[in-house]
């Protein structure tokens, strides 16, 4: 069954009808993860977004957004803000903006849990420290005492992780969740979503230009370009055997880039496959 | 030849937590001839930054010196010798400069030499095609620019400076995998005409390898351990080996048998 059926979305400005997105339909399955992939300005963040109903009214889009057999798009704005979180969780790039900056950690995340499930302090801090736990995150109360400045983005993020953990939604969508942090926690996070698909069941679309990170969180991707679907297929095909002139460039480049990494190592590159 | 010799940072924090100092370098020595290309590695909080700041002498040292070729460098003689490119050069340079008077103002050197108006022109252009830009570019702001065009405008200007040293801080990193190749191809072009020596600073052990002849590892203020590029794979300390293994772990797309441990890990 699918959790998310997105049939003929187009989303133009508003004021010039210059079209972002022509006409996209994608689906994700139940408990699988789609990735977007696509250069900066291919669209895949807005179209996340009119997902979410979060793009503001200089765009306009049409189309029919089915979630769970639920028409999105007829929703009041009051039934969208209540699916948010609880429902449709959300990881973004930049933790540090992600974030209310002058409040501390722990008592922003309880806020969002107090509005949906109407928890009590000690009940947000006991879930999110058990969250922290399964994602190996050390001193979990410390760490929701302080302020988002004085935590890393890989923190930041792994807090975000661990929030949508607690919440448990039906889907995620994880907006280039890997892109911010450096290379080594980004290893980290890919994990901690491997790990979060796994204990939240959930289903997951991903947005992402990081091969490494497709090919190890991804069962299907998409590939955009000009808002419109150039590819698609399991992220196991379009990995080994791209079509589109897009993809295979940007599988090569990926290639490129880590055949001296691989070779120094003494693997074979993939030019000598 | 560029050397840092025994060169120590540390910053006072007179945070809400009380006055103290923290220790960003230790002791770092390092050295980088003409030519050639070494990579400083480290995760964030190495201090891998401040070491490229230093060297560009935006900021002082506490102990330990620059040096080029055996001379050490006040703040002025070292301006022309060593240039630099940051990892968004859209927000490294005034917004409201077009690519045009950007790259005027690193020629500031040369007109002082006497270049014509004319003959500056003309080298403006040359820098701009030198990274694969055409003409139309020189009118731009950098709003106006992408993330790769916007690397390469920062490459054209750095080169414009004349410089032997270019540190490179994060300069690919927040590209996209395509974008980076061509960056990286424009840098060991750079390299090749003009002999340009490079300091890449970055945490991707993938783009220093595809770049570098030398690859120094730093962790908590100093340089752990320095390797050749093709000896990669025999790193010794504990902490380059768990780098080394995330990356590897981080491109199971290559290698097949490392592709079968994440399925496996995926479950």
Known sequence: MDVLEVSRLSIAHAGSG???????????????????????????????????????????????????????????????????????????QNGMRAFDPGLRLGKQLHSVLKAHF????????????????????????????????????????RLMIAL?????????????????????????????????????????????????????????????????????????????????????????????????????????????? | MLSVEKIAKSYSSNG??????????????????????????????????????????????DAGSVRIDGEELGRRSRRGAVSAVFQDYRSSIHPFFTVRQALQEALGGSRRSGDSKRGSSRKLETALEQVGLDVSYLERYPHELSGGQAQRIGLARALLTGARWIVLDEAVSSLDAPVQV???????????????????????????????DRIAVLHEGRIIETIETERLGELRTPYARELLDKFRLGHALVPRQHAAITKEERG
């Open chain 1, 18 to 92: 210059a079209a972002i997105v022509p006409e996209l339909s994608f689906c994700v399955k139940e408990k699988s993860c789609l990735a977007i992939v696509g250069e900066s300005g291919s669209g895949k963040s807005i179209v996340c977004k009119a997902i979410m109903r979060l793009n503001g009214p200089a765009l306009r889009q049409s189309g029919s957004i089915r979630f769970k057999g639920t028409e999105l798009t007829e929703l009041s704005d009051d039934r969208i803000r209540g699916l948010r979180g609880a429902q449709i969780g959300m990881i973004l």
């Open chain 1, 118 to 157: 109407g928890w009590s302090r000690e009940q947000s801090r006991e879930r999110l420290s058990e969250a922290m736990e399964l994602l190996l995150l050390q001193s979990p109360t410390a760490v929701l005492n302080r302020y988002p400045h004085e935590l890393s983005g890989g923190m930041l993020q």
């Open chain 1, 164 to 273: 949508t953990l607690v919440l448990q939604p039906e889907l995620v969508i994880a907006d280039e969740p890997t892109t911010a942090l450096d290379a080594a926690s980004r290893q980290e996070a890919i994990g901690q979503l491997i790990s979060l698909r796994r204990q939240a069941g959930c289903s997951m679309i991903l947005i992402s230009h990081d091969l490494s990170a497709v090919e190890r969180i991804a069962d299907e991707v998409l590939v955009l370009r000009g808002g419109m679907a150039v590819e698609r297929g399991t992220a196991a095909e379009l990995l080994t055997s791209p079509r589109h002139a897009y993809t295979r460039h940007l599988v090569e480049s990926k290639h490129a880039l880590s055949g001296r990494f691989v070779q120094a190592l003494g693997g074979r590159t993939h030019a000598e496959r």
């Open chain 2, 16 to 61: 809400w937590r009380g006055p103290g100092r923290h220790l960003v370098l230790k002791e770092v020595s390092l050295e980088c001839r003409p030519g050639e290309c070494v990579g400083i590695i480290g995760a964030s909080g190495s201090g891998k930054s401040t070491l490229g700041r230093l060297i560009l002498g935006l900021e002082q040292p």
């Open chain 2, 182 to 212: 061509q960056v990286l191809e424009l840098l060991r072009e750079a390299r090749g005409t003009y002999g340009t020596g490079y300091l890449f600073i970055t945490h991707d052990l993938e783009a220093a390898a595809y770049l570098c």
